[in-house]
């Protein structure tokens, strides 16, 4: 089941703030965040980890709800290096060998 | 260190014809995966290997696709025969399954930019 991500585009102006979620209708065990730039490859932010285990960026933050099976991802004070497209990808089981499933993904766009 | 390499970066087609996209995992790392993505249906994962062995293989569209791993620093992706409807970048990425075997980070190669007539 893929995850479902909202809004599904932003615009900001450098310095504002920004909140991509992500949803899914299975219980997650965990959550990673993607970022991709117009022609390039998707780039890893971030994993959040049932039970609150969190690895990833300095200055971008993120919050897994396991009860509403739901994760958010803040960007404070952005820049125009954050533009690009953000992906949640979802795995549900602690599994040996566990796939990823990629939400639509989320197009922030950053404006002088 | 190198990341991910992906060859070709381009392909260009015509629709009937094989197509074999190459891929060089980060060496080290034990799980590998395929994924195509468009602007209609996203970033799909087709198929991923653990250890070499295929895992997981149900994103894979049609029995044109198919993919091998014949060691841990190489694997092939071949569409035969290829059609306009599998146009997209398809893009290898790797992994390493550490500890209680959750999935780690995953690194993406450049991708393959695949047009077919």
């Known amino acids: 089941q893929q995850p479902v991500q909202s809004p599904q585009a932003v615009i900001l102006r450098e310095g504002e703030d920004a909140v991509i979620n992500c949803s899914s209708s299975k219980a997650l065990y965990s959550v990673h965040w993607y970022r991709q730039k117009h022609g390039e490859a998707p780039v890893f932010l971030m994993i959040l980890l049932k039970g609150g285990e969190q690895k990833g960026h300095e200055k971008i933050s993120a919050s897994f709800n396991e009860k509403k099976q739901q994760s958010s991802l803040y960007l404070t004070a952005s820049q125009l290096s954050y533009s690009g497209t953000y992906f949640c990808g979802t795995a549900h089981t602690q599994g040996g060998s566990e796939k990823l499933v990629f939400g639509k993904g989320t197009k922030l766009t950053v404006n002088p | 260190d190198a990341g991910v390499i992906q060859s070709p970066r381009h392909e260009v087609t015509e629709m009937g014809q094989e197509v074999t996209l190459r891929c060089k995992p980060i060496?080290?790392?034990?799980?590998l995966f395929w994924y195509r993505q468009t602007m209609m249906r996203g970033l799909e994962l087709l198929i991923y290997f653990n250890n070499n062995v295929p895992i997981d293989d149900s994103g894979m569209p049609e029995d044109r696709f198919s993919a091998k791993m014949p060691n841990a620093s190489f694997s092939t992706l071949k569409i035969q025969p290829s059609e306009p409807r599998d146009s997209a970048v398809y893009f290898c990425?790797?992994?390493?399954?550490?500890?209680?075997?959750?999935?780690?980070?995953?690194?993406f190669g450049p991708g393959t930019r695949l047009t077919v007539l």
């Open positions: 990425a790797s992994s390493s399954m550490v500890g209680s075997g959750f999935p780690d980070t995953q690194y």
């Open positions: 060496s080290g790392h034990n799980s």
